[in-house]
Structures are given as C-alpha cells and as structure tokens.
C-alpha cells in the first residue's frame, strides 16, 4: 500500500466506485429502448479520476476492457480549460476521440465537488443504428469510415444542465432509428447522472483530496497485483501470427503479428510485421487494439485481478500506424470489436500459453453467421443467426464450450430459445446441436461447434460476416489440436417449402438478396490443449458414447 | 396449550424448530443437522423439544394440528450432483439444447471454470420425428416408430427417471400427451415428468432444463419426503406434513413428491410467512436483511407482496418455477478477511464453513472471520455460548486477525477489525441496494428486519446509510425462517402461455383463459389440499403477463383476488394496459404511449390462507429495562469504542423502552443499538428501533 494511505479505506472506495459503475449499469438497464441494452448489455460505465484515468470499469463487457480513458482524455484534451458543472460531453470517432468504433457512443460526465473536478463517470454504449450505409451500423462493404456512419468528436452535448437543441436534432437526423437512438441517449445521460451524483457524495463525505489519493491508491494496488502476476510468468520472447485471405471486399492475404516480451515486471505487446490496413472494415484503432490486449491478458491472469487503468500501466503496446492494427484514416473499421480483435485476443493468448503451459488457453472458433433482414407481416425486422454460433476453446481445467457467444465477450452474450426466435421472426429451425469430430483433440477438447439448419421463410437481404467460414479458426495450444473449420450453404426453397436443388456457397463478407432459402452452417469448432494421447480414458470413452468424437479417432480426423 | 403448529427448518449447519400453541406462545429448538440424512435432525429437533417440555413425543406430535417442513434437501441434490439417472425425450434436431445452456455464463471472466455437469448426459438424451409450430400447429405428424425406439434406448441405459420436453410443447401439448402415454408404462408412479404439465412456458431450454431437475429430483427427494412423513407418522403425528416450496407456500407432502423442483428454496422461502407476520404491525413495506454463517439474503416485501419471479438459478441450473426474489450475497458470520499478496483488505465471499467456522469457536478455525471481528471489537461477548455447545474465545478471535490481517497490513488489531465489520457491512448495504433500487424501490421507504444469527449486529448501519428511520429485530431471529413457516398459506400456481396482441384478445378471450385456468387449478388443489381444505379460506388470485413486441422480459400485472370457488372475471383492457404502464415506469422509468401490447402469459395461483392466530399483546412494563452490565464496544469509526449498556433478552419485557448505545444479548442473536436509537420491546420479544436524533451521533461506517 502507499505509504499513509489506509488499507481499509483502499478497499472500501474499490467497492464504492464498482458498486457506482453497476448502479449507473442498472439505469441504463431499466431505461434503455433497444433490447441491445436491456437483453444484450452491449454497453459498460466506467468512471475515471480528474486525468481520465480509469478507476473502476465493474459493470462492462470485456472487450471494452481498459478503453474508456482514451475517451475522457480526448475531451479533457478539447476542453480541459472550460469543463463545468453541469456540461456533459459526447464522442465516437475512433481516430480523433479515443474511439474504438463508431456505433459505440461515449457519454462522459465531469463531476465536481465545490468547484475542483472529482472525477468522470461514463457510459459507452452500442446504438442501434448511426446512418452510414447499411441500418444497423455494420456495413460489410464500408471501404471507408464515412460509409460506416456519423463521425463525432468530442461535442459538448448538455451545456450548463440544458441539453443543446440543436446537435440533438443534428444526432437524431443521422439515424435511421431516432426514436430508439432519442431514448437510449436520455438512458445514458441518466446512466451518468446517477453516478455522478454517487461520486460527488463521497467526494462530500471523504473530501476531494482523499478520494484522489485512494483514486490512486486503487491504480496502484492493480499495477502492483499485475507486476506480481508478471513475475510469476518466466521472461522471454514469443512470436505469433494470424492471417486473413481475404479484406472483406475480395481476396486478400494479410498477417497479423505479435511479438511479447515478457522482462521482470514490464510485458511489451508489439504487433509491428502486421500487415497495411485493409480495404474493407475489419481494421482496427489503437483503442479497440489497447482494449482487446487488455481483455486478452486480464482473461489470461485470474478472475480477481483488477481491471483499472493501473492493471495495464506495466504494458508497453507497439502498433505501427497504417497497419491493420493502428489505421490510419479514413479506413473503414466498425467490425473491429469482433474481428481483428479475436485475432488479436488469439495472439495473446498464443505467446502467454507458451510462456505458461501450464495455463494455456486455446483458440475459439470464428464465428460464420450473419444477419438476415427484411419484412415480415408489415414491419421490418433483423435476425441474427446466433444459434450457429461456434464452440470455444479447451484451458487446462475443462474441455471447450461446445457452443457459445462470441470471444471478445468470453461468451457473456446469451443465446436464444429457438422457440422464441421461431415466434418472433420468420424463420424454422431445423437443427442444432453439436459437431462430430468438431473440437479439436487434446488432452482436453475443443468445443465441438454446431450443426445448423434454418429455413428463412421470406425474401430477405443477408449480410454475411463470416471469418469462420473455411480453414480452422481456433487453433490448438500445448500439443492439442485445432477445431474444425466452418462451413455454410444456402438451398433456394420452392413455394412448398422444399429445397429447389440449387445450392449457393455463402461468401465470407458481403450482402445478397435472396427469396426463402434453407440455410445449412457447421460452425468451427474450439481448439484442443495438451497432448490428446493424455486425456482421461474415461472422458474419451464418455465422448465415444456421447457420440462427440467417432469411437477409435480421438476427434483428431481432420 | 394444545392444538399446536410447528414448522422445522433443515438448514445446512443447523435444523431449527419453531412451535406455537393455540394462545400464540412460542417455543424454539435448535438442533445440529445430520447432512447424511436430514430427516435425522427433524426427529431430533422435535425430540429435543418434547425434551425441553417434559411431555412424550407422541403426546406434542399428537397434538400438532399443523406440521410444516422446510429442507435443503432438494437444494443438495442439485449442489452435491447426487440426481438420478435421467433420460431426456425432445424433438429430432435438437438433442442437444440442454447442455448448450444458451450459452449463459455467470461469471464471464471467471471462464476457465467449467459448466456444472449436465444432469442427462447426451447417451441419455434421445429424438423423435414430430413437430409442433409456434402456434401449436402440427407441422410433421408424431413418429411413433422414432418414439418406440427412444424408449427402448433409454431402458437399455438404465434410466431411473425420465423427463420429456417436445418444442413448442407449451402452444400444443398433443405430441407430448401422446409421447408421455409411452413413457408413463415403462416408468411409472412420478418417474415421468412432462414439460407441457409441469412448467408450460415458451422457451425450450428454461422449460427443459426445469423438467428434467425435477426427473432427477424425484426418485431422490419424493422418497425423502414420503420416508419423512411416514416416520412422524409412526411418531404420533396424524395430520398431514405440509412442505414449503420455494414459491413461499405449502402444498401436503403427497402433492409435493411428484414435482420436487419447486422445493430447491425450500427454507430461505419461509421469509414470506416470517416477514407476513410483522406486517399488521409495521406496513407492507419490509426488508429483511438475514444474516448467517456464510450468506446475508435479502427480501423485499412491497406493498404487503413479496415479490415471485420464474427464474431461479441453482448451482448453474436454470429452473424456471415460481420462486420467492431472494438476493443473497457471501456476507455472513462466518465469511472470511484475507489480504492479498499485494496488501488489499478483501472480505468474503469464501466462508469458513460449519467446520472449522470462526477461529473464536475453537474448532481449529486459524482464518480471520466476521465473527472474529464483532468478538474483538466487544460486539459479542468474550465466553458467550452460541450454537448450544460452542463457547466464544476472544483470544483465538484475536490471534487469527493478528496472525492474517493485522500484521500484513502492520495495523492495530481493533483496527483491522474494525476495518473488516466496515466491509462486510458495506457488502450488506449493496445488497439491499441491489434488491430496492435495481427493482425500482426506494430503500428509504422500507422498515429494515434484521434477523438470522447475525443480522442484528448489521441493523443499525444498514439502515441508516440507506435512510431507513425504523428497523426491527424479530425476537425468534435466529430461527426467522422456522417460526416463518408457521404462518405460511397454502399456495399452488397455475399458467397457461399465450403469444397474443392483448387488444386482439380482449376481455373475452382472458375469460376464456380465466375459466379454463380456473377449472384445472381447483380440480388439482381439491385432490391435492382435500384433508387441509376445511382449515383454510381458498382465495384465487389471478394475473397476466405483458410486454412490448420483440422484448424477451414481461412485466407481471396483478388483478384483483377471488374468495372461495368463484373463478376470477377479468378486467378491461384499458385497465390492464394503464396497469401495467404504471409497473413498467417504475422499472424501467418510462413507456410508449399506445405500444402494442403482447400478452405472453394468463396465470392464476391459488392460495389456502391460514386463520392467523392471536398474537400475545404485551401488557405495559411497571418498570424500566436494567442492564446486566457494561463493557467498551466499538460503535464505529466516528465514535471508537465507548463503554455501553449491555442488556439480557430475558430481562426485557415487553412494552419497556431502552436508548442506545447499548447491546442487547437474545437468545439466538445479539443486537447492536447505535446511539441515537431507541428500543422498544414488543411482544414476542420483537424489537423495535428508531433513529431519534441526528445522524451525527451512533454507529457510522
């Protein structure tokens, strides 16, 4: 602990500060209009101290992990010298705000206590549609950020307590949806407005002063736990790679490279050797890269680590501009929460688990599904295929996920009943359920993936995202194997509901429009840890039995 | 004295007993549990107490009109994974639902821990060809062939029970009355459950996952319970055991063996009676905030209703029956103080456990706990004896808190303690915070009831830091749930699901559902409750479930209750959209005006409520409360540790008022009373406190 500072209270104001970001997440629960917050929690509070410096993000999804004091430090940057009780402030844009990317807004609130700054508390929060060139913020054929939405820079949204008119009419004329966007940014506000008001109480009951103190002392005990947790992994170097074969809008082979050196307690993550950015929008910014990096090694370390800025102070992060991985604008970049940060989380993962065997964790599958949208009994709607979703990776302890969300929220995003979709869109299931032979082998396996089959009842535009579709995408680690790649096929249906016989590969990126089609995927599987000749007899024989692996192969055919 | 109710509450470290007789007295019981079979400690408990009142077992048990049982029992076969050999039949495609889980993560970051193992493994999960739309229309017709051949795999792999959940059961239960014709020859009795009858909700996975939990709960718990019933039986007791389901009511113990799974809250579920009864006295509006060896659960009771929801989660299990809102944290007596390698303080949420619990009990406890802290700091009194047998050693306290917190963080002892009561106690805070606030309640509008073993030492701080001007302490607060049971109604919930526009409906339509509803639900409790029902007032209270279009929650709207056989009328549809606008608002703080409205479920529960007996009116004290003695106890950080009061509950009668700061010593806890608070006794031995003075004074944080 910091000299003279008390333990005791250290530990209290972590727990008031935590308890202030879920509270804020509670607001935003109950008042939020898109489903995407109240079901999905696509959004994180977080609040910072008067630098911006992140002191507690205890209500949030992970990739968002370590980001938000970009944000605050690009407003503090702008108008640092006139900030005042009362403004609130407002940003997306990933090359000018701290951004990571545009669909997440930054609703940032200073909170003052007899006139000195105290601190931010902060909502970021995925809108559900911000203009640009397909409804629901993903464009897959984006080639620069322009065609991808509404760019914001720090704007000073509420002035004085008194929202300002104008720019709101501005927002709500850049969306497709300003009755969704109108009520999700008064949730966030309200978000905001109740931490605030926490956080100017223990200002009032511990004064300004102390609290910047145990504000720091907080940082301080995770950058000393994070050293800790250093020292106890050996130093060295590793070197990993990802590569793409295509950028969205056609064939194109592109590395993503990492270099971690571990030296005491300082960890350097250099991705210099990935290649330029690309064309279309799986580019990433240095906050989404700083985010995914931090995600990365605080999932790698265990669940009780601290998530503050202090965490990360240890981690020097190297990304040559104009990379995949730090581009330079006007690249186009809204998928990158998922993809290029899944590669980037892989990477991490891959030179932590050769520093650590001993706590390796393997790839997850890429997801392979897409959106479906259209019309359907005169209102439009917008189905995500998440019931094809892929199998995650094996760790040391268990085998994979045989199905689960996506990485980047270490499955937090929970998937629907097929009953439910069934009465609400107009889609049939046909099948889910899991892989043969789709986890990869290792002394534990990978998740197995998922065997899916859907017919769409209607015409519909498909919007396909699919970097799962082809080779493995979750690699083996310590000796074990990876899953298998994925697979997805469309089947024009006849009025009567059968397959015509004409069979349509689905594209890895791209947008199609297509009558009723049944639509067959094998999501990839997990990949594999440690050597599948160790595995327990006993699992494999239960697997044999299960009818998850083929009796004799030990899943390892393909 | 007689006739007599009792109620017994199997808990994890102890079995307690409550008993009232016809004149409103009470006698209580406490009793270690027997894990191995905890019918042993119910034996014991009323043992123990026919013991205590010099009078023969069969005599009390023969004079017991009213026996109510709470028990872990179910709760442990979910926890321990001791569940039978189940098998599961669903529909062809779809093999696999149960153990995808919807992917649902408790904790995200804590993702190398693995899934709880799935209770019908895939061997034991088999298809059959048949579908059922979402609107109950029959897609693909029923293949008995594929049905026969289930069947027949599932005997070859030794299913003990079985559990049937078809998709879109709930829209048409055909396929599964027909599946479930087959399955009930070759498993009889109750080893059939079926989805369509047991839980009919939308959603394949919450209503599967139910369905099999109760298969594999049957052959374990129903044999419990009819092993139990039989053997008090046997004992002297002719009326019938009533069990407590997790929904806060009682069903008799033959209804409850066929659908075990609305028993895994069985104890904690007693609240709703526990709290019910300091309703009359101090308003609808009551928190408990009951605190134990290892957990502080906290309930809300709004407007008189505690509130039930559909979703109950037990050791990673999706159980989607009717269970009372209980939020419970890792905050009780025994939960223990560490600090990490790099010098933070952290309390809880790992407890020590019964065995070795607190290193004051001396049973080999070497870890820093709350206990050990309130001990030190001269909450608890040094040599007190607690639990029966064990004796309070504030030199172990001490050396514990010494040896793992002080040192490491080189302060004073006291004020490590004193830094482990301030965590602890903000952890209580958030709790209640949790349950009022996220729920739309403001907590300042609430009486706080600290119970449990523990709760009374946290009283005082837990409401004032949330505003709440009174807070009570239940005299049978250490056996808050047990004495809860005894005034428990019957109850029993029926619901049908529905997909529809609530304009399309109309009043009509919800008749239609009403009256259906209504037929079933009093066919079922007229079998079910038929030796009980000439005790009980039957009441039917009916409500619906509603939500806009494309949400995945519903908001559950009240309407007005019905007394006897009647079955209830519905309300305009202008009412039930102005109502549930009203409940929509305070949760989620607005609306949209003239939205389409979808009712998602018709629902009816049936209530056998219970004469309330008299309750012992104190006569007015002739003299004021004497302390028994004085000692110095830390009254928080502001105020350090003056020398207080320290009464004895026994000495207390009721009607006489004492001022704090003072410690009042009961028989199953201790009560910590700040120093701008005043106590009055009441009868039964409840307190009473209120804040007088400013917030300046009396215990802070």
Redesign the interface.
């Known amino acids: ?1 910091t000299a003279g500072v008390d ?2 209270a ?3 104001m ?3 500060l935590d ?1 202030l970001c ?2 804020m997440g ?2 935003m629960t ?2 939020a ?1 898109s ?1 995407i917050f ?2 999905s929690h696509d959004f994180s509070c977080f609040a910072t101290d008067p630098e911006g410096t992140l002191v507690s993000t205890a209500d949030g999804i ?1 990739i968002h992990t370590g980001g938000g004091g970009f944000a605050v430090r690009a407003i503090l940057r702008d108008f640092g010298h006139e900030l005042a009780s009362g403004d609130v402030y407002l940003l997306n844009d990933p090359y000018t705000a701290g951004g990571n990317h545009l669909p997440d807004w930054v609703v940032a609130r200073p909170v003052f206590h007899r006139g000195g700054l105290v601190g931010f508390c902060c909502n970021r929060a995925h809108q559900s549609d911000i203009g640009g060139g397909a409804a629901g913020t993903y464009n897959p054929e984006a080639t620069e950020i322009y065609h991808e939405g509404i760019r914001l820079p720090p704007l000073k949204l509420v002035q004085a307590g008194e929202m300002r008119r104008d720019l709101w009419n501005l927002l709500m004329v850049n969306t497709r949806t300003p009755e969704l966007l109108d ?1 999700d940014l008064r ?1 966030m506000l ?1 978000s905001t407005e109740i931490g605030a008001a926490r956080m100017e109480e223990l200002a009032a009951t511990e004064g300004p002063d102390r609290c910047r103190e145990l504000f720091t002392a907080i940082c301080e ?1 995770a950058d ?2 994070f050293r ?1 947790e250093l020292a106890e992994l050996p130093d060295g170097v590793w070197r990993a790679e990802e590569f793409w074969t295509d950028d969205c809008i056609g064939p194109h082979e592109s590395r993503l490279v990492l270099t971690l050196t571990i030296e005491g307690e300082r960890i350097t993550v250099d991705f210099t050797g990935t290649s330029p950015q690309v064309r279309g929008f799986k580019n990433s910014s240095w906050v989404n890269t700083w985010s995914a990096v931090s995600m990365a090694l ?2 790698f370390l265990p ?2 680590l601290p998530r503050n800025e202090g965490t990360f102070r240890a981690v020097e992060m190297i990304a040559p501009e104009g990379t995949i991985l730090n581009a330079r604008p006007p690249a186009a970049m809204t998928m990158n929460t998922v993809i290029p940060a899944h590669e980037i989380i892989h990477l991490v993962w891959r030179c932590l688990s050769r520093a650590d065997p001993d706590r390796a964790l393997a790839g997850w599958g890429k997801n392979l599904f897409g959106v479906t949208s259209g019309e359907w009994q005169g209102r439009p709607f917008v189905l995500y295929h998440w019931n094809a ?1 892929a199998g995650g990776g094996a ?1 040391t ?3 994979g ?5 996506h990485l980047i ?12 979709t ?3 869109y107009p889609v ?7 892989r043969t032979d789709g986890g990869g082998a290792g002394e534990f396996r990978g998740g197995t993936g998922i065997e899916y ?1 859907a017919d769409v009842l209607v015409p519909a535009q498909w919007s396909f995202r699919g970097e799962g579709l082809g080779p493995p995408s979750g690699h083996g680690e310590a000796g074990g194997e990876a899953g298998a790649g994925g697979e997805m096929f469309l089947e024009p249906l006849d009025p009567d509901g059968r397959p015509t016989g004409e069979v349509i590969e689905a594209p890895r990126y791209g947008i199609r429009h297509l009558g009723p089609v049944r639509v067959t995927a094998r999501s990839p599987g997990g990949g594999g840890v440690g050597d599948p000749a160790r595995r327990d007899p006993r699992l494999t024989m ?1 697997d044999e ?4 692996v083929t009796p004799g192969t030990a899943g390892s055919d393909h | 004295m007689f006739p007599l109710s009792i109620g017994v509450d199997v808990g994890g470290t102890f079995t307690d007993l409550a008993m009232t007789d016809r004149l409103g007295r009470s006698w209580v019981a406490k009793v270690p549990s027997d894990n191995t079979d905890p019918s042993r400690g119910v034996v014991a408990a009323v043992e123990a107490l026919a013991r205590d009142l010099s009078i023969p077992v069969s005599r009390l048990l023969g004079g017991t009109e009213r026996f109510v049982h709470g028990s872990t029992v179910a709760t442990n076969t979910v926890l321990e994974h001791t569940w039978a050999r189940v098998g599961l039949v669903t529909t062809r495609g779809f093999r696999d639902f149960l153990e995808i889980r919807r992917g649902i993560r408790e904790d995200q970051w804590d993702h190398r821990a693995p899934w709880p193992p799935v209770m019908s493994p895939r061997h034991l999960r088999r298809t059959i060809g048949g579908r059922i739309g979402p609107e109950g229309e029959e897609t693909e017709a029923l293949d008995e062939g594929s049905v026969a051949a289930a069947v027949e795999a599932l005997v070859e792999e030794g299913a003990e029970s079985v559990a049937l959940c078809l998709l879109h059961s709930y829209a048409c239960d055909d396929h599964e009355r027909r599946v479930a014709a087959v399955l009930r020859e070759k498993w009889p009795g109750h080893l059939t459950s079926v989805s369509s009858e047991l839980v009919p909700i939308l959603g394949e996975y919450e209503r599967g996952s139910t369905t099999v939990a109760n298969a594999g709960l049957v052959p374990r718990v129903g044999s419990y319970l009819e092993r139990l019933a039989r053997e008090l039986g046997e004992m002297g007791l002719r009326s019938e055991v009533l069990v407590l389901q997790s929904n806060g009511g009682t069903v008799p113990i033959v209804a409850a063996s066929g659908r075990p799974v609305e028993l895994v809250l069985s104890g904690p579920a007693a609240v709703v009676g526990a709290l019910g009864r300091h309703r009359s006295r101090m308003g609808g509006n009551l928190v408990s905030l009951e605190v134990g060896g290892t957990s502080c659960d906290v309930t809300v009771m709004a407007g008189g209703e505690v509130p039930v929801t559909d979703s109950l989660v037990v050791g990673g299990h999706h159980l989607a029956v009717p269970a009372v809102d209980v939020h419970t944290v890792g905050a009780g007596g025994g939960t223990v103080a560490t600090v990490d390698s790099t010098g933070m303080l952290q309390v809880g949420p790992r407890g020590a456990g019964a065995v070795p619990g607190p290193a004051a009990y001396g049973r080999g406890g070497s870890e820093a706990t709350v206990t050990d802290a309130q001990l030190v700091l001269g909450r608890l009194r040094d040599g007190a004896r607690v639990g029966g047998s064990v004796v309070l050693d504030a030199g172990a306290a001490r050396e514990a808190i010494r040896r793992t917190v002080a040192e490491p963080l080189s302060m004073g002892v006291e004020e490590a303690a004193a830094g482990i009561l301030r965590l602890v106690g903000q952890a209580m805070i958030h709790a209640v915070e949790a349950i009022t606030v996220q729920r739309g309640r403001d907590p300042s509008e609430f009486v706080l009831v600290a119970a449990g073993g523990a709760g009374a030492l946290h009283g005082s701080e837990v409401a004032r830091a949330l505003g709440m001007r009174r807070w009570m302490v239940p005299g049978e607060a250490g056996v808050f749930c047990a004495m809860g049971m005894l005034h428990t109604d019957l109850r029993r919930d029926f619901s049908h699901p529905l997909m529809a526009d609530l304009d399309d409906v109309g009043s009509r339509g919800l008749a239609t559902e009403l009256e259906f509803l209504h037929t079933r639900g009093l066919d079922t409790v007229s079998s079910e409750w038929d030796r009980t029902l000439a005790d009980v007032d039957l009441e039917a209270a009916p409500w619906l479930e509603l939500r806009y279009p494309g949400q995945l929650w519903s908001v559950r709207v009240f309407l007005d209750p019905v007394a006897g056989v009647r079955a209830p009328l519905p309300p305009a549809v202008r009412w039930l959209r102005e109502e549930f606008e009203r409940r929509y608002r305070r949760l989620y703080g607005h609306i949209q005006p003239d939205g389409r409205l979808l009712v998602t479920a018709v629902g009816l529960t049936f209530l056998g409520r219970l004469e309330s007996r008299p309750e012992v009116q104190p006569d007015p004290a002739e003299t004021g409360a004497e302390p028994d003695h004085r000692r110095p106890v830390w009254m928080g950080p502001a105020h350090g540790s003056p020398v207080v009061d320290v009464y004895r509950g026994a000495d207390l009668c009721p009607g006489q008022h004492l001022e704090g700061p003072a410690v009042i010593e009961m028989a199953t806890t201790t009560v910590l009373v700040g120093g701008d608070e005043l106590v009055t006794v009441g009868g039964g031995g409840d307190l009473v406190v209120e804040r007088s003075r400013s917030d300046e004074a009396g215990v802070s944080r």
């Open positions: 602990m333990p005791v250290v530990a209290l972590q727990a008031r308890h879920r509270h509670w607001v109950r008042t209009r489903p109240s079901q992970p009520g949730a309200g005990h000393r736990r800790a605080a999932a669940p009780d979703a760790t302890d268990r085998d996920f045989n199905q689960i969300g929220a270490l499955g937090g995003l929970n998937l629907p009943n097929v009953e439910f069934e009465a609400t049939r299931f046909r099948r889910q359920e899991f089959q239960a039995r299960n009818g998850i």
